[in-house]
């Protein structure tokens, strides 16, 4: 288990037992009231940059990034580092049917 999992084991412990005691509403379920200048942009604005302006942009780094790898006769899942905490968990989770060690470990 690496160092930044055992700290999130042990600092989640200890967050829900301060949250049961205080009885909190996390914050990601908290209702967030928005200006209406911001209900503006969330309809109207947004999905007019996306579509002109942020999709095609990171379509276009996607596929030079992976035209890149395939150079190298690599996958972009090739570049993932199986030590990342959320990798880690991710992992874990995995039916053993499916979990396999990789051949270099």
């Keep these: 288990m690496s160092l930044y999992r055992s700290m999130a084991k042990v ?3 200890r967050m829900t ?4 005691a205080k009885n909190v509403v ?8 928005l ?3 911001e ?3 969330k309809d109207n604005g947004y999905p007019i940059w996306f ?9 276009f780094n996607y596929e030079r990034e992976v035209s890149g790898l395939r150079g190298y ?5 090739d570049t993932m580092n199986d030590k990342e905490p959320v990798i880690e968990r991710a992992l874990e989770l995995l039916p ?7 051949p270099y470990l």
């Design 17 to 20: 037992a301060q949250a049961a």
């Design 11 to 13: 600092m989640c412990s």
């Design 51 to 59: 579509k002109f302006v942020k999709g095609p942009y990171e379509r």
């Design 73 to 77: 006769g690599l996958m972009y899942d």
């Design 39 to 41: 209900v503006w942009w």
């Design 26 to 33: 996390p914050w990601y379920q908290q209702k967030d009231d």
């Design 96 to 102: 053993p049917d499916l979990a396999r060690t990789p």
């Design 35 to 37: 200006s209406p200048i």
